[in-house]
Structure formats: C-alpha cells, structure tokens
Nanobody, 114 residues
C-alpha cells in the first residue's frame, strides 16, 4: 500500500521560512518524479516544484529563488524548503508521484500572514 504523508506546514509571517516533508511508504520516491503542488483558496491546484528520478529540479516562476526541492533517498522523503514566504504562498501543499497510477498525500496547510 502506497502512502505519501506531508508534514511541516503551519502559520508563518511574511518573510519567514518553512520546510515541508513528504514521507513515502510502499514506493521508492527516488525511482519516480515527485512534485509539490499547492492549492490556494478559490484557485486551481498548481505545480510549485518538481524533482525527477535523476535529481533534476524545476520550479514555478513565482517561487524560483525562494523554494528548493530536495530528496533524501535513505529516508525516502522529499522536502520543500520555502524561504522569503509571501502571503500569496498561502495554500494547501500536497506531494504527488506516479507509478502506474497517481498518488497524492493528504496535504498540509501553509498560511503566510502577519
């Protein structure tokens, strides 16, 4: 049974930082591309960052230079380091991967507000 479990969300002031974690069981994350998505209130879900099985990374223009996606193969976990957070970064962040079918975590809420 495949499970993706996100953690690390919370309330942070503008300019602050958070690190999200996506821990997997039942699947080896390093064998597949893993993406972090976010969904803001009233908006469609968007891809924020992606890491491929080879370790290449891609970012949405809105987060380039502020967010960093990384992977710890020993822990079977993908991280999203978020710095210089802005109110528009607020949303539910979910990790995603695909292996024969789509797998999503339950999401973690990030709120950037003063």
């Amino acid at each position: 049974q495949v499970q993706l479990v996100e953690s690390g969300g919370g309330l942070v002031q503008p300019g602050g930082s958070l690190r999200l974690s996506c821990a997997a069981s039942g699947i080896i994350l390093s064998s597949n591309a893993v993406g972090w998505y976010r969904q803001a209130p009233g908006k469609e879900r968007e891809l924020v960052a992606l890491i491929t099985s080879g370790g290449s990374t891609n970012y949405a223009d809105s987060v380039k230079g502020r967010f960093k996606i990384s992977r710890d193969n020993a822990k079977n976990t993908v991280y999203l380091q978020m710095n210089s957070l802005k109110p528009e970064d607020t949303g539910v962040y979910s990790c995603y991967t695909q292996f024969w079918r789509d797998y999503w975590g339950q999401g973690t809420q990030v709120t950037v507000s003063s």
